[in-house]
């Protein structure tokens, strides 16, 4: 199983940002955890940052043919990008949104994602753990939910 985890705007300032709602888990220490999780599994993964809308769309399209699954965290484009959505239901890849925080918790306008539209899952509220319990559910998915 092949495995692509997306990170979109400011999840590269981890251990910086609002460490009482994001932790001061550094981003570094994610992707490590995120790569011994994998490699302790079997599983190939590739981790792709940006700050930048048009990146993500273009690594999501990238993927296309190349993964079998998508571990996404938009950051605050989870609310505001129809971009995002078209993109993963354009590459048809079984994805899980991942948000460190409680989402549904926090501010009214953090209550909408479109990006869940084209999800098979979504965890939110795990802190970092939530990227692994996510690798774990696309690789545990049955064929038929695929």
């Known amino acids: 199983m092949k495995i692509l985890v997306i990170n979109g ?13 994001y932790g ?9 955890k ?3 999780h994998c490699a302790s599994a079997g599983i190939q993964v ?14 999501i399209q990238q993927a ?3 993964f079998d699954g998508i571990v996404i965290n938009p950051g605050a484009y989870t609310h505001t990008s129809i971009a995002l959505l078209d ?12 948000h460190i925080s409680k989402v549904e918790e926090r501010e009214d306008f953090r209550q909408i994602s ?4 084209a999800c098979v ?26």
């Open 9 to 21: 705007p400011n999840i590269n300032m981890l251990g910086i940002r609002e460490p009482a709602i």
């Open 24 to 32: 001061r888990e550094t981003f570094a220490t994610l992707i490590a």
């Open 34 to 36: 995120i790569q011994d």
């Open 46 to 59: 590739d981790t792709y940052q940006s700050n930048h809308e048009g990146d993500l769309v273009d690594r």
């Open 64 to 66: 296309y043919g190349e």
């Open 87 to 98: 993109a993963l239901k354009s590459v048809g890849i079984p994805t899980v949104e991942v």
């Open 114 to 117: 479109y990006v869940r539209y």
């Open 121 to 146: 899952h979504t965890i939110t509220g795990h802190g970092t753990d939530g990227y692994l319990e996510a690798i774990d559910y696309l690789a545990n998915m049955p064929e038929a939910e695929k």
